[in-house]
């Protein structure tokens, strides 16, 4: 039996399907092998069909259930499981990330995720071994005392991130020194660098802040976001992962988003020191 994590989504997504995968493999003691979505049912080289169970997220939400309870029922012979959702909490990995924390050190440099994209389903995939997540690398050397990361192509497209005036509202009652940035995709039109502009401005006037704008490849962002003192989320996954798994930031401000915004987020705090805040 193998726990099979299935490529769907940008690295975010992926972040939390390797933590799901995570846990159940610490529970069940079962190896972690990442393959293509697609190949869930196949026939392997003796013509024989190799059954998978696709683990989704409810029955992932079955498995927290059990888990309060320290009731792990036993698992059918020769199948695997492939996960295939979204897995997005916050109670189950922090109640484990010691041991989280520990399964991903002794693997980290075998074991790596892949994604669907650089944008979402363009099949541009990347791989990212946890090593790369997990160690900020030896040359990093953007560290800021204060990161606001926003969604910005979600915000203008689709109307489903950080309003501004959630943005400002956030802003005035947050000290913002000079040694700060703005975590952001980089702007594809004019409305999204008139959106990237005016929070800029607002920065500048209120907080007499000349704030630097970050938009590089998704791994050097994550680790700009893991690597800052107070970090802003947007409703990412990215940045909650960032926050996850940093060992700088002191303090978070999460979205306090609703169900329409993310039907499968249950994922507010990614730490303990999280402050959520209106959205829109």
């Known amino acids: 039996m193998n726990i099979l994590f299935c490529v769907k989504g940008r690295l975010g997504n992926a972040l939390f399907r390797y933590l799901a995968c995570t846990v159940f493999s610490l529970k069940y003691n079962l190896p972690y092998v990442t393959q293509p979505v697609t190949s869930i049912n196949k026939r392997n080289i003796s013509g024989e069909y190799v059954y998978r169970i696709p683990w989704d997220d409810k029955l992932f939400d079955q498995f927290i259930e059990f888990d309060k309870k320290s009731e ?19 109670s189950i990995y922090k109640k484990y990330k010691n041991e989280i924390l520990k399964y991903i050190i002794k693997n980290k440099e075998e074991h790596y995720v892949i994604t669907d994209g650089v944008n979402a389903g363009d099949g541009n995939q990347e791989k990212f071994y946890l090593k790369d997540i997990i160690d900020t690398p030896f040359n990093f050397n953007k560290f800021y005392d204060f990161v606001l990361h926003i969604r910005l192509g979600d915000k203008v497209d689709y109307g489903i991130t950080l309003s501004i005036d959630a943005i400002k509202n956030l802003i005035k009652k947050l000290e913002i020194s000079s040694n700060s940035c703005i975590v952001i995709n980089r702007p594809k039109n004019e409305n999204e660098n008139n959106f990237l502009n005016e929070i800029v401005e607002y920065i500048h006037n209120t907080k007499k802040v000349k704030i630097k704008v970050e938009s590089n490849s998704i791994i050097e962002d994550f680790h700009i976001m893991k690597n800052a003192k107070t970090l802003v989320c947007s409703v990412s996954t990215i940045s909650w992962c960032a926050a996850y798994f940093s060992k700088r930031i002191e303090k978070c401000y999460m979205p306090d988003y609703s169900k329409e915004i993310n ?5 507010k705090k990614p730490i303990d020191n999280t402050e959520l805040f209106n959205y829109n």
Do not use: V
């Not at 029922?73 to 997005?88: C, D, E, M, R, V």
């Open 263 to 267: 039907e499968f987020g249950k994922c």
């Open 72 to 90: 792990y029922p036993p698992l059918p012979n020769s199948i695997h499981f492939a996960f295939t959702g979204f897995y997005q909490h916050d």
